[in-house]
């Protein structure tokens, strides 16, 4: 008999306004993308006592996850989920093999590795009968998310986990935002992966170097993102856009764009977008374009001239 697995998921996010800056305490604005999804699906194994498995969709790799080895040891991102799951719950492996997929293309700003730990906790929590909240879950992947990225704001769990659009400020309650007039997003993929960790540690050194002159930054990101908050709750989608535009400026001065974001930013603007700017990590990964939904073709179709390798189109409502 076939057994029907058990799965979970969850979404891909953009930062729409304040990554980086959000790491020193300013506020960001992030929006999840719901049709991109990470799927964890959890099978009976073929035969007794196999104990617990994941399949990871990337390497082919099936990992064995038991609770004796040392945690420290444990170097797989989807091992140390598991174990810390299952130490959260106090619950014993299950006899499963969970199957990872994930449409989420990873390094790339886009939460991949978050996406995959949230399907990944929340369908073994249900398997072994203690299915996590939200705000449980929110903490585990924080967990993760720390040991992959050093020091992590929060932002990208927080998005993920509870899938709405929030205004994050770290240490802050979690704000959600209601997004009063729905707009049309082009995400669009530079195709050189980046890796967050790197950025962030670059940014420290030249804060460091000079805190005066980067907390200036950081202050002109957080007015930005405040004014974004607004321009959401009053529907001004021109304002909206215009501060992306403010807002990748800010974020050219802090080093974290790249020759490829930056050309894509300008295509999208010479197209008629309302508003561009990088998001996530930066040198690399992906950008977002703001525009009409009746402008959406034209501007996707720059974005491929100027390089794009794929461009992903999304009504955040
Ligand atoms: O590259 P991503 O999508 O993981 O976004 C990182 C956002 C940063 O502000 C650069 C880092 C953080 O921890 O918030």
């Known amino acids: 008999m076939k057994a029907t697995p058990v799965s979970a998921t969850a979404p891909a996010k953009v930062i729409l306004f304040g990554e980086h800056a959000v790491v020193y305490g300013c506020p960001a604005i992030a929006v999840p993308i719901s049709a991109l999804r990470a799927e964890a699906l959890a099978f009976p194994n073929s035969s007794y006592g196999l104990g617990l498995r994941i399949a990871a969709f990337d390497s082919g790799e099936t990992i064995p996850v038991d609770l004796t080895s040392d945690m420290k040891a444990v170097d797989n991102a989807l091992a140390y989920t598991a174990r810390l799951c299952l130490e959260a719950l106090n619950a014993a492996p299950p006899d499963v093999t969970i199957r990872i997929q994930s449409q989420i293309p990873i390094a790339s700003g886009l939460g991949s590795g978050a996406a995959v730990t949230a399907a990944l906790a929340r369908v ?156 996530g990590g930066g040198r690399g990964g992906n950008m977002i374009a703001l ?27």
């Open 124 to 279: 073994l929590s249900f398997v072994v009968g203690q299915p996590l909240d939200n705000d449980r879950l929110n903490a585990l992947v924080y967990e993760v998310e720390k040991l992959y990225h050093g020091t992590p704001s929060g932002i990208d769990n927080t998005v993920i986990v509870y899938e709405q659009p929030v205004y994050f400020r770290r240490g802050y309650p979690i704000e959600t935002l209601d997004i009063v007039r729905p707009f049309t997003l082009l995400i669009g993929d530079t195709g050189e992966a980046a890796l967050t960790r790197t950025v962030v540690e670059d940014v420290r050194r030249l804060y460091t170097s000079d805190p005066e002159q980067y907390q200036a930054l950081f202050n002109e990101i957080a007015s930005i993102t405040e004014l974004g908050r607004r321009a959401i709750s009053t529907g001004d989608h021109n304002l909206l856009g215009k501060l992306m535009f403010q807002n990748h400026t800010i974020l050219q001065q802090l080093t974290v764009s790249s020759a490829p974001l930056d050309s894509l930013v300008q295509a999208a603007y010479a197209a008629g977008a309302i508003g561009a700017k990088l998001s």
């Open 291 to 317: 525009t009409e939904a009746r402008d959406a073709e034209r501007v996707e179709k720059a974005l491929l001239s100027a390089g794009a390798k794929r461009v992903f189109q999304t009504v955040v409502q």
